[in-house]
């Protein structure tokens, strides 16, 4: 079940992981790619905008989508 979560910030990233462990894994990995390649873009424009604060809060974003993401590649 893809279940899709609008990231901006570090407790909306947790939220998401949160929400999409009640899926199965498949899912969870799929959500968690296609989270990280969203902040991945986001990052970008922010970065071509100047806005360091807004691109440095969604490479924290990344972060805890990828720990997760690792977590379950175990």
Do not use: F, H
Request: charged fraction near 30%; include cysteine.
């Amino acid at each position: 079940m893809v279940r899709w979560m609008k990231i901006d910030n570090e407790i909306q990233a947790q939220e998401a992981i949160d929400l999409w462990r009640q899926d199965p894994l498949r899912a969870q990995l799929s959500n968690l790619q296609k989270g990280i390649e969203s902040l991945e873009l986001g990052q970008m424009y922010y970065e071509q905008k100047d806005n360091t604060q807004g691109g440095e809060r969604l490479g924290r974003c990344i972060q805890i989508l990828v720990a997760r993401k690792a977590e379950l590649d175990k």
